[in-house]
């Protein structure tokens, strides 16, 4: 992600939230912190509509984490 | 590698934060790119999420990491940053 | 009898940055030694000496816990202590009155000892005299950490932190600190090792940066010199420069904030150009010497980063020229037929300095056939004709690098600069009808049919420079000069 960050362009991960951690520790070391979107583990053995639901589910979040709110808006 | 510290050469006028790329204020009219990351069941999240997207008259891109293991090849990253104006990377665990 | 272990009493450190550490005692007498010292090792039956005679001791090791012998050393493997106390060489005896240092003294003298110990007959059966070594404090690398372990006060600047795995040039590269070429990045370290290039503060006001006007200290000068590769002893010539840049005659801002392709071109003339191994010579305007190349980027870089200046936004210079990665270069003084640029100026014979110059890239003027001057002298002339534009004249600055095989053409002839000059003003005296806009089809041009100089007489400058062989001189053409533009302005470099 970082790497699409440094290429002018905004985004989001989508992970489980088993990797809130590793994602903190990737933070720290490559000294940046990329927008995540968590939802909630576990995925692999979940059915499709259970995923399908997760998508519903983090579809607000992800959209916010898209875009600026004017609240967000600085000078 | 450890943490190092380096003197600032500027004027310190501006922050020191590393930001994050301004995000749009809508993303109507914009493209948003669904990146596979090719983890398991990424694929379905991500049709769901196209789904959800194209109901609300958004225009979507999909493209796949050839491979979970490896950065993405530059290739791609050319792909994406040309094809579209956000993206939204799925499903890391 | 050892020395007891004395408790921390409330002295402080002439670094007062907030540390806990304190002098071991509130009277008497502090010594630091170092095992590896020979002389230390000489002097361990002294110290066991002083304590037993009741002095109140304590003995500072730099290296070896159990040295000296029979004695509890304070442990100062960490060297706070000795960074603190400013110790130079081993062994140092200091002595403390009220917890405030009063008194010290380096290396073993048997009269000395005694006379600062008040003890009598100490060391028996050694030498009179015996020098000191250096203190570990003081090591090349270690004095440094030291400084900014300890001393951090010092150095101002924010800390920027570059995480374990970042590359530190790129992360330099995406904070938009370079010029598009790599950095040296600016390290604690290696920023330290530059200020110890100037005798000045780090915290001195060298001037303020256009465009946004910020006050740029001496470290931040040497952050910038770090990052373009300068060695510490070209320090003082950028700080130089950057005066000089930021006058109001040089006008930094006009030529940041023009359209036109200029940039701040330095000349180095004096005893500091062989100092730090300046270019006078072969590809003088060229790449490949450390000091001209730096001296010339370090000043960009503090525009860029102090003052702001970056292209696209204040800086919207339609071409550029390559110069504006760095410009600077020496004269060549020795070889030259005439006085140095900065005798010209006003500057005495002798003295360091630079000149800055808004100047363009240079274009190279060709005569390998002119072997008398006045011939030489007009093919100079039918080149400087075309600076900015033939059909312009009076209102540009022109400095002409004189190469050694014209310049000999000029001594030959026994001109001097000022007759060169004056010649060469009198042949570009242009007919207000060829200058006139729409003149020769050319809607360009003076905007009457005066008949003007194309270099009033203070605009036209000449520099001798360049490697032996070869009939070619160079043009470095100007903005607008004088005060509606810029106007050249040289500085003394001071240490």
């Known amino acids: 992600m970082t790497a699409l960050e440094e290429q002018g362009i905004p985004g989001v991960i989508v992970a489980s939230s088993e990797f809130r951690d590793a994602a903190r520790y990737q933070a720290q070391s490559l000294g940046f912190e990329p927008v995540c979107v968590f939802v909630p583990h576990p995925i692999q053995d979940r059915t499709d509509q259970e995923i399908r639901d997760l998508a519903d589910a983090a579809m607000d979040e992800i959209l916010k984490s898209l875009t600026v709110t004017d609240s967000e808006q600085q000078a | ?93 | 009898m050892t020395a007891h272990s004395p408790s921390p009493t409330s002295a402080e450190s002439d670094d007062s940055t907030g540390s806990d550490w304190r002098l071991p005692l509130e009277d008497g007498i502090v010594a630091v030694v170092k095992e590896s010292c020979p002389t230390c090792r000489l002097v361990a039956p002294v110290l066991a000496q002083l304590a037993q005679s009741g002095v109140q001791l304590a003995v500072y090791t730099q290296d070896d816990l159990s040295f000296p012998p029979g004695i509890s050393p304070v442990d100062d493997t960490e060297l706070e202590a000795s960074y603190r106390l400013r110790i130079e060489a081993v062994p140092t005896l200091l002595r403390i009155e009220g917890g405030k240092e009063i008194d010290r003294l380096s290396g073993w003298s048997r009269s000395a000892w005694e006379t600062f110990t008040g003890i009598p007959d100490l060391g028996p059966g050694l030498p009179e005299y015996r020098p000191g070594c250096g203190s570990r404090s003081v090591e090349p690398g270690i004095a440094e950490d030291l400084e900014i372990q300890y001393g951090g006060s010092r150095l101002q600047a924010r800390r920027i932190t570059v995480a374990a795995m970042e590359d530190e040039i790129e992360s330099c590269f995406q904070r938009g600190w370079t010029d598009g070429l790599p950095v040296v990045p600016p390290s604690p370290q290696r920023v330290l090792r530059m200020l110890a290039g100037t005798s000045r503060d780090p915290d001195e006001v060298v001037a303020a940066v256009p465009p946004d006007l910020v006050p740029c200290t001496v470290e931040k000068v040497a952050i910038n010199a770090v990052m373009a590769g300068c060695r510490p002893e070209y320090l003082p010539v950028v700080i130089a420069a950057l005066e000089a840049a930021c006058t109001d005659r040089f006008n930094l801002h006009g030529v940041l904030a023009t359209t036109y392709s200029v940039g701040p071109a330095v000349i180095v003339n004096g005893p500091i150009r062989r100092a730090i191994g300046m270019n006078s010579g072969i590809n003088v305007l060229g790449q490949g010497n450390r000091s001209n190349a730096t001296i010339g980027r370090a000043l960009q870089l503090v525009v860029r980063n102090v003052g702001g200046g970056r292209p696209g936004e204040v800086d919207r210079a339609t071409l550029g020229n390559p110069g504006k990665y760095t410009f600077c270069f020496a004269e060549d003084e020795e070889g030259s037929p005439w006085e140095p640029l900065s005798v010209e100026r006003g500057l005495l014979e002798g003295t360091s300095a630079v000149t800055l110059f808004a100047g363009e890239g240079p274009r190279t003027i060709f005569d390998q056939l002119s072997r008398k001057p006045d011939a030489l002298a007009r093919s100079f002339a039918a080149c400087l004709r075309s600076v900015a534009h033939p059909k312009l004249a009076r209102d540009y600055e022109a400095i002409v690098v004189v190469s050694p095989e014209h310049g000999r053409v000029f001594r030959e002839g026994g001109w001097s600069k000022k007759r060169l000059r004056q010649e060469i003003l009198d042949m570009l005296v242009i007919p207000g009808e060829e200058l006139v806009r729409g003149a020769g089809g050319i809607m360009e041009g003076m905007p009457t049919a005066e008949t003007l100089p194309k270099f009033l007489p203070d605009r036209l400058w000449f520099v001798h420079a360049g490697g032996p062989a070869g009939l070619f001189s160079s043009i470095i053409g100007s903005w607008v000069a004088g005060e509606a533009g810029s106007q050249p302005v040289t500085q003394e470099v001071q240490s």
Not at chain 2, 35 to 60: H, N, P, S
Not at chain 2, 70 to 77: E, F, H, M, N, Q
């Open chain 2, 1 to 93: 590698m450890t943490e190092r510290l380096l003197l600032d050469p500027t004027s310190e006028r501006a922050s020191s934060r590393r930001e994050r790329v301004p995000r749009p204020s809508t993303l109507e009219g914009l493209t948003v790119g669904l990146l596979d990351i090719a983890k398991y069941r990424g694929d379905v999240f991500l049709d769901r999420i196209e789904e959800l997207l194209t109901a609300r008259g958004l225009q979507v891109v999909r493209f796949r990491k050839p491979t979970f293991t490896k950065v993405c090849p530059p290739g791609l990253g050319r792909d994406i940053t040309s094809r579209a104006d956000v993206v939204v990377e799925a499903l890391a665990d």
